[in-house]
């Protein structure tokens, strides 16, 4: 059962260095931008949203238009913080290989 040992070395490992990752996408921020620069979104690497803004001027338009640009930001924010969490867990869990399942 030596293959076991390692095994849960191995998932101890990758569990430390999950919850280091899990720290460190807190602190690292995306920026998006919509409407032509309008609408600024920051959200941070676990897809928190941390910061909106809004170009006065921009609110002035359509009403639709501004919640189409808003909802723009949105998505794109929460894609690009998902997609960086996704590669940042992909080295972490490349590292891991289950015994007899490469």
Do not use: C, H, S
Request: net charge neutral.
């Amino acid at each position: 059962m030596a293959g076991l040992g390692k095994f849960l070395k191995q998932a101890q490992k990758a569990q430390k260095q999950m919850e280091q990752l899990q720290a460190q996408l807190a602190t690292r921020e995306l920026e998006v931008t919509a409407g032509g620069g309008a609408v600024r979104l920051k959200v941070n690497g676990q897809g928190e949203f941390v910061a909106l803004t809004l170009d006065p001027e921009f609110l002035k338009e359509d009403a639709g238009f501004v919640a189409e640009a808003i909802l723009d930001a949105i998505k794109q924010a929460a894609a690009q913080a998902k997609a960086l969490g996704d590669e940042e867990m992909k080295k972490v869990t490349a590292q891991f290989q289950m015994p007899g399942m490469i």
